[in-house]
T-cell receptor, first 114, second 113 residues
C-alpha cells in the first residue's frame, strides 16, 4: 500500500517568506509526527498529532512554526518569515496510534532558505 | 526523560554478526526500547522495539539486559545495505503514552566487503 508522502520534495525560498510543507500519512493512522534534520545534526522532534489535536507543541522551535491537521489525515507545517537557520530536511511520520511501535517515515522535504 | 548512550561508530565485515550496544541506565519500568536506522539520504526506518523480553523479527534481534539498563541490537549477518546510523530510542512519555521519538547521535555502522 501507499506509504507516507510529503510535498514538495524540495523547496527553495527567500528569507522572510512563508512556506507550507504537506504530509499525507498512511490511511487509517491516527498519529502523525513532524521532525526535522539540519545538516550535520540529528533528528529533532517538532510536534505530534493524535487525530486532529496536537497535545504537545513544546518541540516547535519558535512561534514562527505552526502545524495543523484536518480530517484526521493530511497535515501542514507552516513556517512564517523563514530564516536561514530553518534550512533542513523536514520529515513526517505516522503510526497506527500514539503508542510504542513502528512509525513510518516519509521521504522528507528539503527546505533551503536563501 | 530517560537518555541513551551509544558508541559513535562501529565497523563490521560483510556476512558477520553485528552487536550494537546501547546504555539506558535511567530507564523507567514502562519505557519501551526502540531501534531505528537511517540509511544515507533516506528517512529513518523502524528496526525493532521491546520492553523486557528479547525480541526477534526479520530484520534483527533485540537483547535486553535483565535490569533493562542496557540493550543490544543484533544483526545476524551484516550486508552492505546495513550500513547506516542506528538509533536507540526511549520514546518520550506524554499523557501516559509514548510516541515521540527523541533521536540522539546514534551509532554509524560501516560494513566492509
Amino acid at each position: 500500500g501507499a506509504g507516507v508522502s510529503q510535498s514538495p520534495s524540495n523547496k527553495v525560498t527567500e528569507k522572510g517568506k512563508d512556506v507550507e510543507l504537506r504530509c499525507d500519512p498512511i490511511s487509517g493512522h491516527t498519529a502523525l509526527y513532524w521532525y526535522r534534520q539540519s545538516l550535520g545534526q540529528g533528528l529533532e522532534f517538532l510536534i505530534y498529532f493524535q487525530g486532529n489535536s496536537a497535545p504537545d507543541k513544546s518541540g516547535l522551535p519558535s512561534d514562527r512554526f505552526s502545524a495543523e491537521r484536518t480530517g484526521g489525515s493530511v497535515s501542514t507545517l507552516t513556517i512564517q518569515r523563514t530564516q536561514q537557520e530553518d534550512s533542513a530536511v523536514y520529515l513526517c511520520a505516522s503510526s497506527l496510534d500514539y503508542a510504542p511501535g513502528e512509525q513510518f517515515f516519509g521521504p522528507g522535504t528539503r527546505l533551503t532558505v536563501l | 526523560d530517560a537518555k541513551t548512550t551509544q558508541p559513535n561508530s562501529m565497523e563490521s565485515n560483510e556476512e558477520e554478526p553485528v552487536h550494537l550496544p546501547c546504555n539506558h541506565s535511567t530507564i523507567s519500568g514502562t519505557d519501551y526500547i526502540h531501534w531505528y536506522r537511517q540509511l544515507p539520504s533516506q528517512g529513518p526506518e523502524y528496526v525493532i522495539h521491546g520492553l523486557t523480553s528479547n525480541v526477534n523479527n526479520r530484520m534483527a534481534s533485540l537483547a535486553i539486559a535483565e535490569d533493562r539498563k542496557s540493550s543490544t541490537l543484533i544483526l545476524h549477518r551484516a550486508t552492505l545495505r546495513d550500513a547506516a546510523v542506528y538509533y536507540c530510542i526511549l520514546p518520550k512519555n506524554y499523557g501516559g503514552s509514548q510516541g515521540n521519538l527523541i533521536f540522539g547521535k546514534g551509532t554509524k555502522l560501516s560494513v566492509k566487503p
